[in-house]
T-cell receptor, first 114, second 109 residues
């Protein structure tokens, strides 16, 4: 099976712009989660989508949003970029149902805001 | 989800077993213990998880104490490629994971 893919891998944006990141989960997986990783804050959970619905949300401002399509692919959007949004954005997929399950992470998108 | 405590760093000689401890004294009955690792600049990698019984897979073994307040991840024969940050996470579901700071494991030749 192909793994989780994220595009683009690297991105440079200017403060005030918006950005859209894409994630394609493992075939058959219905849950997609997004995480932000920075040197100062570590890995932080953004949100999780399951069957096109946001099922869980972390403690991030409304500038961070996401969506999931019927084929389980997901996008996250960050509007009005700030310098502090520079980070590695990771996407993870999992089957999404059952009592417990592991998540499979993609390689991430490295976003630099200047 | 319950909070976990891990040592910030550990060393292990190549070929020896690496035993990584984790305390999770406030774990509740329906919460699982998950272990992930992250090799520099890559996405985290799932290793293993368990509820109350010990678990083993091709990568590692997970030993959970009877009171479930602590656990140990065992890499039986550490290699240089096992150098990574190891995260112990307690979660009721497996998603919305709180990674914390983890343990930085250095495997030396």
């Amino acid at each position: 099976k192909a793994g989780v893919t994220q595009t683009p891998r690297y991105l440079i944006k200017t403060r005030g712009q918006q950005v859209t990141l894409s994630c394609s989960p493992i075939s058959g997986h219905r849950s997609v989660s997004w995480y932000q990783q920075t040197p100062g804050q570590g890995l932080q959970f953004l949100f999780e989508y399951f069957s096109e619905t946001q099922r869980n949300k972390g403690n991030f401002p409304g500038r961070f949003s996401g969506r999931q399509f019927s084929n389980s692919r997901s996008e996250m959007n960050v509007s009005t970029l700030e310098l502090g949004d520079s980070a590695l954005y990771l996407c993870a997929s999992s089957p999404g149902s059952g009592r417990s399950y592991e998540q499979y992470f993609g390689p991430g998108t490295r976003l630099t805001v200047t | 989800d319950a909070k976990t405590t891990q040592p910030p760093s550990m060393d292990c000689a190549e070929g020896r077993a690496a035993n990584l401890p984790c305390n999770h004294s406030t774990i509740s009955g329906n919460e699982y213990v998950y272990w992930y690792r992250q090799i520099h600049s890559q996405g985290p990698q799932y290793i293993i998880h368990g509820l109350k019984n010990n678990e083993t897979n091709e990568m590692a073994s997970l030993i959970i104490t009877e009171d479930r307040k602590s656990s140990t991840l065992i890499l039986p024969h550490a290699t240089l490629r096992d150098t990574a940050v190891y995260y112990c996470i307690v979660s009721g579901s497996g998603y919305a994971l709180n990674f914390g700071k983890g343990t930085s494991l250095l495997v030396t030749p």
